[in-house]
């Protein structure tokens, strides 16, 4: 049964899946994550099977092409040759440090429950100049998936460069092995501008993916796609900057958000 | 048993329903949804059977006619001839956006256990300009619901006029679908401007549900019982307006509210 | 098993009572409610049987006499001859709106679980000037009890003076119809400056206890007890104040509180 | 099951342990806890058994030697010949006030289930000016730890000097009789100058504690162990820091901390 008193997943349907490796692309810096995995389940036609819900994210519905929409994270799965794949996709991020940690805790307790053993999260790394050729960076919790990653040119030495992952991307793998699970998280090179959708960084993200775990992607769509998912991103962002800045700043403007209640 | 570490509700009745169809009235721009549906209790004399209570809630008690109002959301019942009614009422919402998940998430668990499958949430849609003849706005989960209040002139192409609806009404509806429920909201065109009551906006919507549900409800006396709940709705939004800027300004006019302890 | 995830009490005597009136006595405009029931406990020598620790007291100690004291309430009995009394006292109340609410809710639960009818909580009224000879005010759930204190002459036409009652004493009455119970606020009418102790007013209030319930009690001494409370009741609200300033401005003062960890 | 909705404490191992007493070395002004016990946890080669994580921890990973490090606090036992030892020594304190409670709550929970019956943690006081000959001073729970330290030169007598202890270690040593136990807070006179480790007020606590516990710590390489130590130490401080001014701030110079997700 479905709570709002936690971060509940409601399951759809139970796969069972070989050996899963899980992707997770969720919003952050340059949306890097979210459109090169909604990339990859769109071109995939992954299957969705179950939906995140969270009291800890932002206390609003969407209304977007006339219909509601209620911020979730998804999770999908697609069957390959060799192993089966996890694809976490989603509209936000909890607005609040605790939700971070149980948003981030619920998805790998979930995980583990369909034997994943392995779990690579996509950010994006903001240069604050824009770059032609977006470098992919690296930060694992294990030696043998550092090695995996750099045959396909993900840069580990990031000492100095990157100090902190913020948010749920950053604790999945942080929290990877209390769950038994080897993490990485995958951190495109974008010039960090708010509200920017980044598909080059994305493409490089997804270049490496497809190297290391011999996905099927064919990229040539990318741009495309992206161009599709861009309105309701940007709207989205949009109003959570403004939500953000309330939550923060304290309802000074609250007439900004157009209070419907 | 009623605890205030988590949203509870206290059920008074357990009446058997048939197919009961809830609409929920809560605070909100222009106080639409609460004197709306306050009205359509008093006039249809519905029957209390349970209370919400919730520890998100402002932590004050009011003093009203010399007595002590504890701040709370209320459920009716109504029986007609083909099916029956559930109203939710109530004094406030959250103050905390995990409180408006918390409070929507309880609110729609108890109507599931009543065998409820839809949901209406009543709100108001703040445009910045006084109307005559307010409009009636809609989004929902399903086609189904879309159709069926479409006929009673609710308009539905609300893209790139309302982008969020904040709050319980919101979640409530975005959530319904979880709950395995349909849901509406129904956004009464109101100016916005802050604490006023607009009865006018409310029978629109009233006027809306009558023609779509074949209510039963005399709209004449709408104006007359909007000003007797006039003065406690006033009272009741001028503190939480002080509460809210206090709890988010950081207590530096903690005076203000007369803090008794 | 005492747990800090929530509000807990730990019981250190099950006394059996007779019938129990619990009065509360919590620190607030005066500390009207703490000194007077603090005197109470100290006159009557009554027995304390519990303790309250919650999360959502400030998370410090206090260094007093050279000795580390933790924020709590305390529960004490008194056998009298013809019912049994509890005082709830205190050191401080919630820094959190949630907190407010969870506290009340676990003293009432606990007092239900002692087969307690009837709760008394007493606070302050702050006018913003001196007066000499201080009203009691009263707000009730119940005619009975109003009639009961009214013939001590507890004034209870209170509109228009008194709106809300902040924090546990306001829940803990407004809450008390739903643990089964009756309840009453009585306001002792005081200045209200900031960290000010008010003897004359407690001493109102005890008086009008003295009147409606026949509790013993010699009053003369109370000027002198108050003195000797004095010292710790000014530190310990000087300290809150800094907290609850540091805890809304946002730590910018930080230094101030001396973190030491 | 590790849950990332409260706060968990991951057992990797149950040694048995006689009479165990534990110190915890946790951040705070001076760093004088962490390095003290950081220090002794690596000269007496003590082993780490268990592992605290805590969504009241500040939400994001640290990439350190290009490693991905987790915020966490940790347990380790060490036996000696009469009697054996628990260390817990961390990277962070809760950023909230309900963390700190819920934190020093899960310790002292944990550290019961080893029969532990004193704890002693260690902090800084700040007094404003450097000293070259630290005083270390205490405040304890119980008469006769009080006895044992005195006779090492503790000072007792700290009525005007210190009049609260703030997170954990304060009320780790508030609550440890609700658990039974005895506690201690030694506090290590230090300037207090914002992100500076002290290593000469660690010393003076550790000659303390080898006084009365008698200890074998060889502490001639406390120096140059801290000095290894403090790179991590330093940039951890100050991205706490950071992130601490941000998360009261409001966000408002969120792209300072590198949001990336």
Do not use: W
């Not at 899963?20 to 949306?31: D, E, F, K």
């Not at 971070?100 to 994006?124: N, Y």
């Not at 690296?138 to 990653?149: H, V």
């Amino acid at each position: 049964m479905i709570t709002m008193k936690e971060t509940t997943i409601i399951t759809l349907e139970k796969p069972k899946l070989r050996n899963p490796i899980c992707i997770v692309g969720l919003p952050g810096i340059g949306n890097i994550g979210r459109i090169a995995m909604g990339y990859a389940v769109q071109q995939l036609k992954a299957k969705k099977f179950a939906e995140l819900y969270s009291p800890y994210f932002f206390p609003f519905v969407m209304i977007h092409e006339d219909k509601i929409h209620t911020l979730r994270n998804e999770f999908y799965y697609y069957k390959d040759k060799k192993r089966d794949y996890i694809f976490v996709i989603g509209d936000c991020q909890s607005y609040d440090p605790k939700g971070h940690h149980e948003v981030a805790g619920s998805i790998l307790e979930f995980l583990k429950s369909f034997g994943c053993k392995e779990v690579i999260t996509i950010g994006g790394f903001g240069t604050g100049k824009v770059t032609e050729k977006p470098q992919v960076y690296g930060a694992a919790t294990d030696q043998s998936i550092i090695d995996d990653f750099k045959k396909s040119g993900v840069k580990f030495d990031v000492t100095g460069k990157i100090t902190t992952i913020v948010g749920a991307s950053g604790l999945i793998v942080g929290l990877s092995n209390a769950y038994g699970m080897k993490g990485i998280c995958l951190l495109g090179e974008t010039s960090g501008y708010p509200i920017i959708t980044d598909p080059t960084a994305a493409e490089a993200v997804l270049t490496v993916l497809q190297k290391t775990l011999n996905m099927k992607l064919d990229l040539k769509k990318l741009d495309e796609k992206v161009k599709a998912m861009h309105e309701f991103i940007k709207k989205l962002d949009s109003i959570q900057q403004q939500a953000t800045e309330q939550i923060s700043g304290g309802g000074k403007k609250k007439d900004d958000l157009k209070y419907i209640g």
